[in-house]
């Protein structure tokens, strides 16, 4: 059975930081590359970044350069999001998302909810 638990989010102050997790079990984790995705209120869900299986190459959301960056421990079976500088517009549940790179299977966490507010 696939999971992908995160965990980390929470409510923090404008200027803040936090560190997403998400933990995989049940699937090939290096055979996956993984992303972070954000859904605010009324609105759809946006990719936020992504990490190739191996974590050669990663891309951040225009939104996002500069502030968060996303990075992976295979070892750990583990993608993290740092997310720093963070901003009232970037609260939203964070969801984890793997994509198996042979078959193209995906495979989405139950999410967590950031809340960034004075």
């Known amino acids: 059975q696939v999971q992908l638990v995160e965990s980390g989010g929470g409510l923090v102050q404008p200027g803040g930081s936090l560190r997403l997790s998400c933990a995989a079990s049940?699937?090939?984790?290096?055979?996956?590359?993984m992303s972070w995705y954000r859904q605010a209120p009324g609105k759809e869900r946006e990719l936020v970044a992504t990490?190739?299986?191996?974590?050669?190459?990663?891309i951040h959301a225009d939104s996002v350069k500069g502030r968060f960056a996303i990075s992976r421990d295979n070892a750990k079976n583990t993608v993290y999001l740092q997310m720093n500088s963070l901003k009232p517009e970037d609260t939203a549940v964070y969801y984890c998302k793997a994509v198996n790179w042979i078959t193209n299977r995906v495979y989405w966490g139950q999410g967590t909810q950031v809340t960034v507010s004075s």
């Open positions: 990490i190739t299986k191996v974590g050669v190459s990663t």
């Open positions: 049940g699937l090939p984790f290096s055979m996956n590359h």
